[in-house]
C-alpha cells in the first residue's frame, strides 16, 4: 500500500493544490511513490469549525488533541506542524473579508507570532517536527508583497517557500524519493522482450 500525506488545514491549505500550491507540488514530487490528500477547508481551524478565531489556549490545547489522536490511532505516522504564516496587516486592510469601517485589521502580525510560537512549543512538547513558517517568511526583506496576496493567503512564491520547508522536514525524517519504492518499474527500466522481468523484481 502506497504511503499518504494527509494536508490538513485551513484555506491557505485547501488553496494548497491551486497553480503553484505547495501541496500540488507536493503531490508531484512524489507522484511515483505516494499520495497526497488534501482536507484542507477555507474557514476551519483547529476546533473544526467555521469561526475565524480560537483562543491561543485553545488552539494549543486542541493541536495538542489532533497529534495525540493521530498518534495514537498510527502510531508510526509522521505528524508534522506548519505555523501560522505572518500576517500584512495593511494587506488584510485592502482585502478585508466584508466591509471593515474601524479601519483596523481583523488580523494582526503580533498575534499570528503568538499563535506561531504556540505550535512551535506544541510539537517540542509532542516530540514532532515544525515547520516555522512565521519566523521563517520574515527573513526575506520583501515578503509581505512577495509571498502574501491579500496578507494573509500565499502567492505563487510564499507557496515556493512552504514547500521548500516542508520537503526539508521530511527529508530530515527519511522520506524522500530515494527512499521510497517507487510503485512501478520506470518504462526505461523495462526490457520490452521480458516486460514481466521488471515486476517480478
Not at 498575534?111 to 510560537?117: D, L, N, R
Not at 512551535?120 to 513558517?133: F, K, M, R, S, Y
Request: glycine letters at 6%; hydrophobic letters at 35%.
Amino acid at each position: 500500500m502506497r504511503p499518504t500525506i494527509y494536508l490538513f488545514g485551513d484555506s491557505i491549505t485547501e488553496s494548497s493544490f491551486a497553480d503553484g500550491g505547495w501541496g500540488a507540488a507536493l503531490a508531484n514530487h512524489f507522484c511515483r511513490t505516494l499520495d497526497v490528500v488534501l482536507r484542507g477547508y477555507s474557514g476551519y481551524n483547529t476546533r473544526y469549525a467555521a469561526f475565524q478565531h480560537v483562543p491561543l489556549d485553545e488552539y494549543k490545547q486542541n493541536l495538542h488533541s489532533i497529534v495525540s489522536s493521530l498518534k495514537k490511532r498510527w502510531p508510526k505516522t509522521l505528524v508534522l506542524l506548519i505555523t501560522p504564516p505572518p500576517i500584512d496587516e495593511d494587506g488584510r486592510l485592502r482585502h478585508p473579508y466584508v466591509e471593515n469601517p474601524s479601519g483596523l485589521p481583523e488580523r494582526t502580525n503580533e498575534a499570528a507570532g503568538s499563535f506561531a510560537k504556540a505550535c512551535v512549543e506544541t510539537a517540542e512538547e509532542c516530540g514532532i517536527p515544525v515547520v516555522d513558517l512565521w519566523t521563517r517568511m520574515q527573513q526575506y526583506t520583501d515578503w509581505r508583497k512577495a509571498y502574501l496576496s491579500d496578507g494573509l493567503h500565499l502567492t505563487k512564491e510564499g507557496n515556493k517557500v512552504v514547500f521548500e520547508e516542508v520537503m526539508k522536514k521530511l527529508e530530515e525524517r527519511g522520506l524522500s524519493l530515494e527512499k521510497l519504492k517507487a510503485d512501478l518499474p520506470l518504462i526505461a527500466d523495462i526490457d520490452h522482450d521480458d516486460p514481466l522481468k521488471a515486476f517480478q523484481q
